[in-house]
């Protein structure tokens, strides 16, 4: 069998690491690119850098994956799918939900493999911590908590901070806890003088009961991308940004110790930090992608899974708004 031929449309700071993987990874050929800004980064290596996507779709390809600033996700992802191929749009899937419902249809009804680009699915922390839940290990989940903090990007500049970054954990939260969000309400702060919010505290509770929370920013100088599950066997915490997994369980030895025994809660027990294999999260996720493609196995984040992220979010912004948001 050929291998599927691969269009790559935004040639920035995500399109180069796809352009990289996507000539890593098996089945695959990447024929063409394009961004009208040209190639900053210079990932063409001897591929013509076309002007749009319809260059793009003139090419013959089988698959593309779009990677430019979120506002363009809609009208580049609604050409692909009137042109029959098959398409990863990075996240947010569209500038709004309206956007996001028009781009989820148009891959339904041409029937096309449309998926979104949420990486943290694929990162290995987040999948071990699904798995621990699946087999039972933490028990009844009471509560997912996620904090996503670090500097701003100057390269973010049509989205604020819940659509580019608070989206990672309204996805994997929902994928973790296999259930929807019920409710969520927030508040965001805008501090660097720009249009969009760079802050936000959203607090919520999901179709099964769980409540959440997720702390995100661009206001911090220190990078942190934590999720802690809490259930009624113990906390598992999962960090992205290195792969690791560590388990806190609740402790079962009795303590003699009469002032640390008066607490009724739960007690310390053994705490493990487990070796999960760290396969790149990009990497696992165009690999599965491709396998959607070739109709092998779908476990890529589908357009309706993407839509479902965004509104979400814009739920959290309208919360905001209602609960008085103050700019500087």
């Known amino acids: ?26 089945g ?49 992802a609604l050409a692909l799918a009137a042109a029959g191929v098959h398409t990863l749009v990075e996240k947010p899937v569209a500038a709004d939900s309206e956007g996001g419902r028009r781009v989820a249809e148009a891959f339904e009804k041409a029937g096309l493999v449309g998926a979104v680009g949420h990486i943290e699915r694929f990162n290995p922390a987040i999948q071990e911590i699904r798995r621990r839940i ?6 009844q989940v009471y509560q ?22 608070a989206t990672h954990d309204i996805d994997l939260t929902a994928w973790v806890a296999q259930s929807t969000y019920e409710h969520v309400s927030a508040q965001v702060a805008y501090q660097s003088g720009r249009a969009h919010e760079d802050m936000v505290l959203a607090t919520g509770k999901l179709a099964n009961g769980v409540i ?20 009624e066997l113990g906390t598992i915490i999962g960090d992205t940004q290195t792969a690791d997994v560590t388990f806190f369980a609740n402790g079962t030895v009795r303590t003699e110790w009469d002032s640390v025994a008066a607490f009724r809660g739960v ?12 396969r790149e999260p990009l990497r696992s996720e165009l ?13 890529v984040v589908t357009m309706a899974e993407g ?22």
Do not use: C
Not at 3 to 12: D, E, F, H, S
Not at 47 to 61: H, K, N
Not at 134 to 139: A, F, K, N
Not at 318 to 323: F, I, K, L, T, Y
């Open 1 to 26: 069998m050929a291998n599927l031929r691969a269009g790559l449309i935004g040639l920035g700071a995500m399109g180069r690491h796809h352009a990289r993987v996507l000539r890593e990874i098996d």
């Open 28 to 76: 695959v050929d990447l024929v063409a690119v394009a961004d009208p800004g040209g190639d900053p980064w210079g990932v063409a290596r001897g591929l013509e850098v076309l002007p749009d996507v319809e260059a793009l779709i003139a090419a013959g390809i089988d698959l593309a994956v779009v990677a430019t600033p979120t506002i363009y996700h809609e009208p580049i």
């Open 134 to 139: 699946e087999i039972g290990q933490v028990g």
């Open 144 to 165: 997912i908590s996620t904090r996503r903090q670090g500097p701003f990007p100057a390269r973010i500049a049509d989205v604020g901070v819940v659509k580019d970054l």
């Open 212 to 231: 959440v929370h997720h702390t995100v920013n661009w206001l911090s100088p220190m990078k942190e991308r934590l999720t802690v599950v809490t259930g």
């Open 267 to 278: 007690s310390e027990g053994d705490v493990t930090r487990y070796a999960i294999a760290k």
């Open 287 to 299: 690999e599965a992608f491709r396998d959607a493609v070739l109709g092998l196995e779908n476990r």
């Open 307 to 328: 839509l479902a992220t965004l509104e979400v979010a814009e739920h959290i912004l309208d919360s905001a708004a209602a609960n008085g948001a103050l700019r500087p």
